[in-house]
Every structure is written in structure tokens, then in C-alpha cells.
T-cell receptor
Framework: GNSVTQMEGPVTLSEEAFLTINCTYT??????LFWYVQYPGEGLQLLLK?????DKGSNKGFEATYRKETTSFHLEKGSVQVSDSAVYFC???????????????FGRGTQLTVWP | EAQVTQNPRYLITVTGKKLTVTCSQN?????MSWYRQDPGLGLRQIYY???????DKGDVPEGYKVSRKEKRNFPLILESPSPNQTSLYFC????????????FGDGTRLSIL
């Protein structure tokens, strides 16, 4: 079946520190992979995505590379800001034909807090 | 503006009193879905709809109903709410392709006393 495992939080960093949030997945076939971000009191917003192996998604200084050999999609940012404080979710979209086509499977979320 | 709109945003109610959370999208998306978010559990899918008049159960459908009579609307119905349905609920939609990301509403926080 499909599942996503991401590192447990919370993660606390100082401003300008390097960020890595690990995400690994289990899937039948070749899913699309996403990172979503949830700011306090808001819904989820797409941060970045990758639809095939070796694709790199990037947005707002965040990056993640679709690694088929390690079934991973780790989120990285070279220098975090206070405004990056949020909950980050890794997710995969099932591409198998049938009733689960396009379903999103989420990790449990990682709370990031950045201090000035 | 392209968006998914949920109402109400907050609701406190009592056990057994039927309630409906509305969801509407203005992007002409085929696919719509409901999730609940609970601490430590992430998001879990309740129901989804691939298109009008087509709905199916997600991972946690017990105690919920949905309908998809028209493309833009996908209401979530709690016929007899119970305290274990106290949660934060999100509606989402996306185009037909599974490569496309889902767009989320701002959430509905339900408290069932």
C-alpha cells in the first residue's frame, strides 16, 4: 500500500540555519510527490512538487529531489527565516488506475519553529 | 480569485444535532475531498469524489456522509455528531490529473460537546 513517513518534530532552529526535514515513502508504481505548508490558522498550501524520478521541486528557497532509489523526498532550505515557522507535510499522489487514483497520502507533519 | 470556500469556519455544537459543513470551489475541478486533521495523526481522508454523482469512502468515513450533486459543491454531513468527531476539517479540490496538487480550504474547526 501507500504510505509516507516524515521526521517527527518539533524542529527548532535559529534564523539563517540550514533545514532538512526527512520524508520517505512506500508506493506501488510511480507516484507524484508534494510538500505542503500550513501556517497557523490557515489551510494547507502547496510548497513544491515533483512528478517523476530525479525531478527537483523548488519554491521560496525550499528544495526537494524525488529519489526513486531511496524512496525519499527530503525538504531542504539553506537559510531559514522566522516567517518559515509552520507545519510541513510530505504527501504522495497515487497514480495507479482504479479507485485510489489521485488520492493523497500524507505524513504526520513536522512543526518548524524558527527563532530570531 | 481561485479558491475553495468552507463554511462555517468554527462551530460548537452538541452530540446528536445534525450539521452540515459546506464546501464550494470555483476552479471547475473534477476531484474533491474531505480530510480531518488531528494532533499527531496528520490528515486523514474521510470521503472523496472523482466527479459529479461519484463519491467514495476514504480512510475514516464512519459517521459522515457526502453528496456531489453539482461540480462545485461537496458538503460534509454529520447526521448524529459525537465528541470523537471534534476535529479540524479541510475540503480540497484538484483538476482531473493526479499530477496536479490539491487546493485546500481554510478549514472548519468543529467542537462536539
Amino acid at each position: 500500500g501507500n504510505s509516507v513517513t516524515q521526521m517527527e518534530g518539533p524542529v527548532t532552529l535559529s534564523e539563517e540555519a540550514f533545514l532538512t526535514i526527512n520524508c520517505t515513502y512506500t508506493a506501488t508504481g510511480y507516484p507524484s510527490l508534494f510538500w505542503y505548508v500550513q501556517y497557523p490558522g490557515e489551510g494547507l498550501q502547496l510548497l513544491l512538487k515533483a512528478t517523476k524520478a530525479d525531478d527537483k521541486g523548488s519554491n521560496k528557497g525550499f528544495e526537494a529531489t524525488y529519489r526513486k532509489e531511496t524512496t525519499s523526498f527530503h525538504l531542504e532550505k539553506g537559510s531559514v527565516q522566522v516567517s518559515d515557522s509552520a507545519v510541513y507535510f510530505c504527501a504522495l499522489s497515487d497514480h495507479n488506475r482504479g479507485s485510489t487514483l489521485g488520492r493523497l497520502y500524507f505524513g504526520r507533519g513536522t512543526q518548524l519553529t524558527v527563532w530570531p | 480569485e481561485a479558491q475553495v470556500t468552507q463554511n462555517p469556519r468554527y462551530l460548537i455544537t452538541v452530540t446528536g444535532k445534525k450539521l452540515t459543513v459546506t464546501c464550494s470551489q470555483n476552479m471547475n475541478h473534477e476531484y474533491m475531498s474531505w480530510y480531518r486533521q488531528d494532533p499527531g495523526l496528520g490528515l486523514r481522508q474521510i470521503y472523496y469524489s472523482m466527479n459529479v454523482e461519484v463519491t467514495d469512502k476514504g480512510d475514516v468515513p464512519e459517521g459522515y456522509k457526502v453528496s456531489r450533486k453539482e461540480k462545485r459543491n461537496f458538503p460534509l454531513i454529520l447526521e448524529s455528531p459525537s465528541p470523537n468527531q471534534t476535529s479540524l476539517y479541510f475540503c480540497a479540490s484538484r483538476p482531473d490529473s493526479p499530477n496536479q496538487p490539491q487546493h485546500f480550504g481554510d478549514g472548519t474547526r468543529l467542537s462536539i460537546l
